[in-house]
């Protein structure tokens, strides 16, 4: 079973719903509003709260974790202002150390499988 997680931070502004925002996203849409993320050091933070797993590259934008806590698996896309990971048979308590890098970022997750953007 696979999990997606997504992460961005939007100007004070911005009108969009979280649904049309990913939405937008998801078909690599330029998203007016949003703010560039430090990407470089996002990834890195992720990778550092997986230590032991094995890592590579999956794209030019993209990374592939895999053998997170003795097994799944994490495969995470980004633009410049968005980040996304899925989750492929990771713990619970895996996917929140992913969300709370994104907190470090002040990337509040927005969960598709619920629709909601959590503050």
């Known amino acids: 079973m696979s999990?997606?997680?997504n992460f961005w931070r939007q100007k004070p502004d911005e009108a969009r719903s979280p649904l049309?925002?990913?939405?937008a996203l998801c078909a690599g849409e330029s998203v007016e509003g949003l703010v560039e993320l430090p990407i470089t050091e996002m990834v890195a933070?992720?990778?550092e709260a997986f230590p032991g797993s094995t890592s590579g590259p999956n794209g030019e934008s993209g990374l592939f974790i895999e053998d997170i806590d003795g097994g799944g698996a994490l495969m995470a896309g980004w633009s410049p202002v968005h980040l996304?990971?899925?989750c492929y048979g990771a713990t619970g308590e895996a996917m929140n150390r992913v969300i709370d890098v994104g907190l470090r970022f002040e990337c509040p997750l927005y969960d598709p499988q619920v629709n909601e953007r959590f503050r």
């Not at 049309?20 to 939405?23: D, E, G, H, N, S």
């Open 84 to 86: 996304r990971v899925d």
């Open 45 to 47: 933070a992720i990778l």
């Open 3 to 5: 999990y997606d997680l």
């Open 20 to 23: 049309a925002i990913y939405q």
